[in-house]
């Protein structure tokens, strides 16, 4: 089975300032992991993704991402946060068993708030 | 510039009405997806479909069917609509070129259904 949190129901920062919204997992196997963002009325789209290889990710709008095995977390992350910023992001994960049709298990989904 | 669309942005219903959402997507895709997302839910799998005719049951099927005619549509059915069915309905799909675990989910604008 496969399974993702996301620990944070809201996260408020500063423009400008650093943001992280947190992501962890659980799986089986090895895990793919995956970051979307959804704007308001808007359906969700993919920022960035660990497949393999290095372990932080660079993804869309200047977004990064690191995998830590040990903590099993996807943490994403961005150094000068905006406040175009400001959506609804989730994390997913995909176990490598699990590869029919590209099944994804979706957190709950963590609201970023960037103030001016 | 790929894209998924969905029928309608805005539907409402009555109890008991049978409900058709459709979805299409323009990229060849083999993999069809149907979420409804919920606020503290996130979102939820309601069944998928890997192949013309082929669908397979996800997290919350009750209450729904599918139909996959065409590679390009996907169709989901309310059969006798609830209220408990009013959500946000989102469309998905992604290929299965390389390893289909490998490959993000590219999503339609989504269907807010009310039924009262």
């Known amino acids: 089975a496969q399974s993702v949190a996301q620990p944070e129901d809201q996260v408020n920062v500063a423009e400008g300032n650093p943001l992280t919204v947190k992501c962890t997992y659980s799986?089986?196997?090895?895990?793919?992991l995956f970051w979307y963002v959804q704007y308001p009325n808007r359906g969700l789209q993919f920022l960035l993704k660990y497949i393999t290889g290095d372990n932080l990710v660079k993804g869309s709008y200047g977004f990064e991402a690191e995998f830590n095995k040990s903590q099993t977390s996807f943490h994403l992350k961005k150094p000068s946060a905006l406040v175009s910023d400001s959506a609804l992001y989730f994390c997913a994960v995909r176990d490598h068993y699990n590869t029919n049709a590209g099944k994804s298990t979706f957190g709950d989904g963590t609201t970023l708030t960037v103030k001016p | 510039d790929v894209k998924v669309t969905q029928s309608s942005r805005y539907l409402v219903k009555r109890t008991g009405e049978k409900v058709f959402l459709e979805c299409v997507q323009d990229m060849d895709h083999e993999n069809m997806f149907w979420y409804r997302q919920d606020p503290g839910l996130g979102l939820r799998l309601i069944y998928f479909s890997y192949d013309v005719k082929m669908k397979e049951k996800g997290d919350i099927p009750e209450g729904y069917s599918v139909s996959r005619e065409k590679k390009e549509r996907f169709s989901l059915i309310l059969e006798s609509a609830s209220t408990n069915q009013t959500s946000m309905y989102l469309c998905?799909?992604?290929?299965?070129?390389?390893?289909?675990?490998?490959?993000?989910?590219?999503f339609g604008p989504g269907t807010r259904l009310t039924v009262l």
């Open positions: 799986v089986s196997g090895n895990p793919y």
């Open positions: 998905a799909s992604t290929p299965t070129y390389s390893v289909p675990a490998y490959n993000e989910q590219f």
